[in-house]
Each structure stands twice: as C-alpha cells, then as structure tokens.
C-alpha cells in the first residue's frame, strides 16, 4: 500500500510559539492531501484540502493565518501552526489522495502548547 | 445535510466471536464508502472500500462489509474476534454533491475484545 508519512511525530512548543508539521507520500504523487484534526476520543475534522501548486480550501471555522498550509511538491504538504496556544494542543493527521478516491493517511503528530 | 453515523461508541466481545460494527450514511446517489482502524496514538489505516463495484468487500485481517442500498448500511463484519483487532474504527463515506467529494467520518466505535 501507499506510504504517507509526518514528522514530528510529537513535538511540544511553548505558548506563542510557531511549529511546523511535515506531510510527505513516499512511493506516490499526491495532487490533494489533507489536514485533519482528532480531538481526544473524538472523530477526524477536516481542517483543510491542499493542492500542489495553489492555495488550501480551509473548512469553516479554521482560520487560514493561524494555521498555514502549503504544498510545495507533489510529495510533500506542511502545516505550520503559528503563535501556538494549549487550545491547539490536538493530534493533527494528514492524508494524501492517490488517483481519484483512496486516501492514505500518515501517522499523526501530537502537538502539545504549554 | 451529511451525515454517517456509527451505531455504538463502544463495542465489547470475546476472542473468537463475532464482530459487527455498524454504520449508516445519508446521501442521495451511492456514495464510496470506507472502513478504517486506529490504533492508539496512529494514523488512521484503510480496511476496504466501497467504490460501486461488488456489494460485499473484503478488506484486510479477515474484515468484510456489504453495501446495502436499501438499508443505506455499511456494516463491518469478521467471523471471529482476535485481541489485536481491539481499536477505534471509523467508518467514511465520500460522496460527490452531498458531501463535496471529501472524506466525511462517523464518530468511531471503540472494540473491545476480552480473552
């Protein structure tokens, strides 16, 4: 199957502080990947769909300049969480499509703002 | 409005029984539809898919679903129970008005498998 990986895979940053999440598909080519947010015991929220080569689709209610995406390949997509807080404290998956309907996803990075 | 929910947050049995973990969607046309499983502190692994094709798919570590139209339903199923099938599922579906070609997931069915 399809490799998608994230690094860090958990990081913990003081509070106003910028962190940045890696997002790579290693044996394939990802037009679309995708951010998602899990809170504890709680389900995946799509935060935002990003397309190689131009701006994310933020979902509503995900304010785009706390939480910038960009995809600069083919293969890699980032998030950086900017001026954290501990309300961003929050597992954070990412997701790569591959053809037209099957996405892989990586394998998370919890995030911890103290 | 979307909607896939999955019938139970939590589901117990014991090794060697019956698993059924159940979901239901919402949508208009059939939509593709998915199982994934979570270990703690993962990523999310893909079981089987739906894509239009046979109604009853078999996916991975012994798990089968089968689309039901009429039911609109997409219940997992194995015959029987092992300890490292205990995990979070969650069912997806992706449809294409309804749900704006994006992966929309159900809450989650936490199994349980006791010895």
């Known amino acids: 199957g399809a490799v998608v990986s994230q690094h860090p895979s958990r990081v913990i940053c003081k509070s106003g502080t910028s962190v940045k999440i890696e997002c790579r598909s290693l044996?394939?080519?990802?037009?679309?990947m995708f951010w998602y947010r899990q809170f504890p015991k709680q389900s995946l929220m799509l935060m935002a769909t990003s397309n190689e080569g131009s701006k994310a689709t933020y979902e509503q209610g995900v304010e785009k300049d706390k939480f910038l995406i960009n995809h600069a390949s083919l293969t890699l997509s980032t998030l950086t969480v900017t001026s954290a807080h501990p309300e961003d404290s929050s597992f954070y998956i990412c997701s790569a499509r591959r053809g037209s309907y099957e996405q892989y996803f990586g394998p998370g990075t919890r995030l911890t703002v103290t | 409005a979307q909607s896939v929910t999955q019938l139970g947050s939590h589901v117990s049995v014991s090794e060697g029984a019956l698993v059924l973990l159940r979901c239901n969607y919402s949508?208009?046309?059939?939509?593709?539809l998915f199982w994934y499983v979570q270990y703690p502190n993962q990523g999310l692994q893909l079981l089987l898919k739906y894509t239009s094709a046979a109604t009853l798919v078999k996916g991975i570590n012994g798990f089968e679903a089968e689309f039901k139209k009429s039911e609109t339903s997409f219940h997992l199923t194995k015959p029987s129970a092992h300890m490292s099938d205990a995990a979070e599922y969650f069912c997806?579906?992706?449809?294409?008005?309804?749900?704006?070609?994006?992966?929309?997931f159900g809450a989650g069915t936490i199994l349980r498998v006791k010895s």
């Open positions: 044996d394939f080519q990802a037009t679309t």
């Open positions: 997806a579906v992706r449809g294409f008005m309804e749900y704006g070609n994006k992966l929309v």
């Open positions: 949508s208009s046309v059939p939509p593709y």
